[in-house]
């Protein structure tokens, strides 16, 4: 029998939260193959408001109520541990994660940058496109490893630069390409592989 029942998936952000609030509105698709089973974040995130609207559980865990950055990794694995995800979503989660993340989730934990990797990693991406003055520029989904940005790219789409935009005209653009292809990866990964000719059912 292969089980129907959702993946769960756990999303981190950091800030206004449409990423999470484009998540939420897919999970709660019929026959969306995934759900989100909690929202976290290192900071009061406004976005916070678009997971307790949907009555989904949050959490903040802080840098700052922690001794030093491997207390506060250790604990943001522990919470997000307590949720039992399939799959983390970082959704403008802007704090790199550290080992105790990474040995929890390495390989099931993405993360959604508003460039085109690899070029214009970091807190900036847009900024430094539009910066280094760039014509074409994008979004990317990759894997986190333990580098800034480094990951295997799951899918990149492109955006044009046009003459007048400013970090935030272009940053908008870029997340109405980017929230749709981070929901067409989470579906990706969250759906449920065909049973092969053959397998028992
Ligand atoms: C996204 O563009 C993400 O790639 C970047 O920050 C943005 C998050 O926006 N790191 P929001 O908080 O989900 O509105």
Redesign the pocket.
């Given at each position: 029998m292969h089980s129907t029942t959702p993946a769960r998936v756990v999303v981190l952000?950091?800030?206004?939260?449409?990423?999470?609030a484009a998540l939420l509105r897919a999970h709660a698709e019929p026959d969306s193959p995934f759900q989100i089973v909690a929202a976290i974040a290192d900071v009061d995130a406004p976005?916070l408001d678009h997971a307790r609207r949907a009555g989904v559980p949050t959490a903040v865990v802080r840098l700052r109520d922690h001794p030093d950055r491997a207390a506060w990794d250790a604990q943001l694995a522990s919470t997000v541990g307590g949720f039992d995800p399939a799959l983390v979503v970082l959704?403008?989660f802007?704090r790199l994660v550290g080992p105790a993340m990474l040995e929890a989730f390495g390989g099931r934990m993405i993360n959604?940058?508003?460039a085109l990797l690899p070029s214009f990693p970091g807190a900036h991406?847009v900024r430094d496109a539009l910066a280094h003055g760039v014509k074409v520029t994008g979004?990317s989904v990759i894997e986190v490893d333990a580098g800034v940005d480094t990951g295997r790219i799951l899918a990149q789409r492109a955006v044009e630069v046009l003459d007048d935009d400013t970090e935030a005209s272009l940053?908008e653009r870029?997340?109405q390409i980017?929230q749709p292809m981070l929901v067409d990866v989470v579906r990706h990964l969250t759906s449920p592989t065909p049973p092969a000719e053959g397998d028992p059912l």
């Open positions: 952000l950091s800030g206004g939260g449409s990423t999470l976005g959704a403008g802007m959604t940058h508003p991406g979004a940053h870029i997340k980017e």
